[in-house]
């Protein structure tokens, strides 16, 4: 019996830039597994123009921290060495590990080159707003460190289609590089009317060397790593067929069993189902449009209408295509997508991903821990915990929805004969205190049922009729389930019920709500 799958993204974007994550990761894995993560989601592992950047701001593929670029020979995230032992110490741990690529663009060329251009609208890339012109642009990469070690490819102006940046004219833009069949990839996004361009130099995916470097790579870092599957950053301004071709040849060199996930950032469905089309499904996306229906859950608070949280999402339409996610980097406060889930709904929206029967969920590593920078955020490890355990232990078996308030929701999982005590009872209120009735089964008669996030202290007793009813606080969520270790005569434990049901797996308290 396959039990229940959950991701963690481990990092966010003001994660120490000391040096020590890899060695973080590797130290914090039995912990990890024992909470009810199986996978984690690691920061781009490629060195970026600086120690302190994240990573996406990607200079040479083939440096994992082991060469002298860019000031430093590590990553902001510790050495090449440092990263391979951390994921074989999750492997070990029984922990995937799904490494973030990024191929859009790269940064930190090392020398300037002399090209023609044409400078082009920022709100409509396929609006041309001069004549050809040269400018100086960063778009030689000769990787003066590592030298040919890996890769003997050197790129240059016509491994790209635009740049943002002349050197000669100290001025930035959106500058399509000019040439014999130089254009914007086909088969991206079409917001700004073509999205192929993002920033700093966009890698040109027309160019069969491109291609033929950018999947060698691909199989030279999964040998060189070897991890479990790849998280691929910005598709949507990527050639949807280049990545259609890429997941083909890492399935064909790795197997099927290797995963990969895609940032789409489109909440439109229609433009998800096409791409998902467009890749022959070989791939799954995250969840935007369920994000943005728990960001707007948070901020309507009350007036939000909780019958309606999964309509039009794509673990609705989708749900075997679908990683569902509350929060992320891009979406922390003061990022590029701020959109961050208020405190009062995290517990009940990690409920609506963690609890249910759809979708591959992912813990965001800023929710768990807490964020740094300029506005630090606590973490909710004592919030997230007891979901994770209810995941890994109650949360399975055929699923019965009591969307029938705008305000107060709920459902049912049946539980499986395979994991001894499963089946859980979820319930959701973004207004007042609450109950829902929800139908158990005749089997689960005479059960006493305790909250495992604690948020209430009282037991529910399955009726005769197999029906209970479930009680909730306002504007908290609730996870009734049956106490591990009770089985025929419940009521004359429930005190020790109440208490063993608080226990996640690490042995701590639950949360006592928010």
């Known amino acids: 019996m396959k039990r229940n799958h959950t991701m963690m993204q481990f990092f966010e974007w003001h994660v120490a830039a000391d040096g020590q994550h890899w ?3 590797a130290q914090m894995a039995p912990e990890l597994k024992a909470a009810g993560i199986d996978s984690v989601w690691v920061p781009p592992v490629t060195k970026a123009i600086s120690p302190e950047d994240t990573g996406y701001g990607v200079y040479d593929l083939y440096d994992l921290g082991e060469f002298d670029q860019k000031g430093t020979i590590r990553t902001k995230y510790g050495t090449k060495q440092e990263l391979i032992d951390a994921i074989a110490e999750c492997l070990k741990n029984g922990i995937a590990v ?5 191929m859009n663009h790269k940064a930190g ?3 300037t080159e002399v090209f023609e251009v044409i400078e082009v609208d920022p709100n409509n890339r396929n609006k041309e707003i001069s004549a050809p012109f040269e400018i100086e642009g960063w778009t030689k990469f000769t990787f003066p460190g590592r030298g040919d070690t890996y890769s003997s490819f050197k790129w240059n102006h016509t491994h790209f289609n635009g740049t943002d940046f002349d050197a000669k004219g100290g001025r930035n833009g959106v500058f399509r590089i000019n040439g014999e069949n130089k254009s914007w990839n086909q088969n ?7 999205y192929d361009y993002l920033m700093f130099a966009n890698i ?10 950018m999947l060698e790579w691909g199989k030279w870092l999964v040998d060189t790593l070897q991890c479990s599957g790849y998280r691929l950053d910005a598709i949507k301004h990527i050639n949807h067929e280049f990545i259609k071709e890429f997941a083909a040849e890492m399935t064909r060199k790795r197997g099927e ?3 990969i996930v895609g940032e789409f950032w489109n909440s439109n469905l229609e433009a998800c189902r096409e791409f998902l089309n467009t890749v022959d499904y070989q791939i799954d996306l995250f969840d935007v449009s369920l994000h943005y229906k728990l960001y707007a859950a948070a901020l309507g608070g009350r007036d939000f209408d909780l019958t309606h949280i999964f309509d039009d999402t794509l673990v609705q339409t989708h749900p075997a295509n679908a990683v569902t996610f ?3 980097h891009d979406s922390q406060p003061h990022e590029a997508l701020e959109s961050w889930v208020g405190d009062w709904f995290k517990q009940s929206a990690y409920a609506l991903i963690l609890l249910r029967r759809d979708g591959y969920p992912v813990v965001f590593y800023g929710d768990y821990y807490g964020i740094g920078g300029p506005a630090p955020v606590e973490g909710k490890k004592e919030a997230i915990d007891p979901l994770l355990y209810a995941r890994c232990h109650k949360a399975y078996g055929e699923q019965d929805d009591y969307f029938d308030h705008p305000n107060t929701i709920g459902w049912v999982r049946r539980g499986i004969e395979e994991v001894e005590g499963s089946g859980c009872a979820v319930v959701i209120s973004n207004g007042d205190n609450g109950e829902k009735r929800m139908f158990i089964g005749e089997e689960r008669a005479g059960e006493l049922w305790v909250d495992f996030t604690h948020n209430r202290e009282e037991s529910v007793t399955i009726g005769e009729d197999g029906w209970g009813i479930f009680p909730v606080n306002g504007g908290s969520v609730s996870v009734w389930a049956l106490p591990d270790g009770e089985e025929e005569e419940p009521a004359a434990q429930e005190m020790d019920a109440v208490e063993k049901s608080t226990k996640n797996s690490s042995g701590t308290e639950g949360s006592s709500g928010e």
């Open 23 to 25: 060695k973080r990761l």
């Open 98 to 102: 799904y490494v973030d690529l990024v």
């Open 109 to 111: 060329a090392d020398e």
């Open 188 to 194: 991206v996004d079409d917001e700004f009317g073509n």
């Open 204 to 213: 040109d995916y027309s160019q069969e060397e491109v291609r033929n470097e």
């Open 257 to 259: 069993d290797f995963y």
């Open 326 to 328: 509350v929060d992320n």
